[in-house]
């Protein structure tokens, strides 16, 4: 029988959105038999706004020092805060903004210790962080850094799309000077590894798009297809990443081109998350790959703008937890099949390039 997932979820803002959704998603009995939930934050946060949200005022929960103490059938409290955090939703305040990072520091602490076995995310402001010396421009940077990994890998995740990032959260003219031939190397075999390990495709098939208008135009509209993203895409397929691209950024969603490949590697943030949101905004999830602990978050952020009125839509927040535990579940799986080959196999997808003619990489 396999065990009863610890599932540690931070509080996010504690003036945004953060807590709706968490209720919300938690408020289902038949969700908790899946996983314990260990939400990190405040007690009052959390009965400010159950009380707003009238069809969640029966949800059980339990207050906790720590998850190793967690009740598994119940929705766990780790306070983080002191107890007379002011709550304003809608506002961006200091004492906010240090919730967000004391609860974020609590669940990294906790699993490193082994206490749950993957952190959810709720939503922070990046400039309310920044304004208490948060020295990180989100979740991704600071969990890279803390727990030591080399890289990682902004995955925005899907049912049906899986969009990465070579470059997170920087200015747009800081792009193309950002944009080197090891970084997008970095970024594939990152994303080959996470398709393997994390979503169980053995044989994943990535597509590249290009920077510039039209993938550069043979260099007419830039040369940083033919000087960096060109190679670094031979590169991979000889360590034989399936890699293809680079392609025309604009045409490359409208024509479903995204349905032909496992994962879609784009250059900048807005290049590949304008998409995405697009056609997954309702259930996508921000998953960090590369790390050793599993990272996933909601695709949206604080919405102020709603906070506190029951607007929010708790779906993303659920996609994020269901992701969780997929994940886990796939590495378990992964290290069944690669220690012991013999004993399961995983099913190849089916091709789906179809007749597409892939751009020449020779040009």
Known sequence: MKKKLVIGITQGDSNGIGYEVIIKALSNANVLELFTPVVYGSSKAFGYYRKHIPETENINTNLVLSAKNAHPNRVN??????????????????????????????????????????????????????????????????????????????????????????????????????????????????????????????????????????????????????????????????????????FPPDGFFAATLQAKYDAVLTMYHDQGLIPFKTLSFDTGVNYTAGLPVIRTSPDHGTAFDIAGQNKANPRSMLSAIFLAIDIYRSRERYQEIHSNPLKAQIPQPEDRRGDYQEPDLTQ
């Open 77 to 246: 409290i780790v306070n983080c805060t002191s107890d007379d955090l002011p709550i304003e939703p809608g506002r961006l305040t200091h004492e906010s903004a240090k919730a967000a990072i004391a609860s974020l520091e609590m669940a990294v602490k906790e699993a490193k210790a082994g206490y749950i076995d993957a952190i959810v995310t709720a939503p922070f402001s990046k400039k309310g962080v920044t304004l208490e010396h948060f020295k990180y421009a989100g979740h991704t940077g600071y969990l890279i850094e803390t727990f030591g990994a080399k890289d990682g890998l902004m995955f925005m995740c899907s049912d049906n799309l899986r969009v990465g990032v070579v470059t997170m959260h920087i200015p747009l003219k800081e792009v193309s000077s950002s944009i080197n031939k090891e970084i997008i190397m970095s970024k594939l075999r990152l994303m080959n590894q996470s398709l393997r390990r994390d979503f169980c495709i053995e044989k994943p098939k990535i597509a590249v798009l290009g920077l510039n208008p039209h993938a550069g135009d043979k260099g007419l509209l830039g040369s940083e297809e033919t000087d960096i993203i060109i190679p670094a895409i031979k590169e991979a397929n000889a360590e034989g990443i399936d890699t293809f691209g680079p």
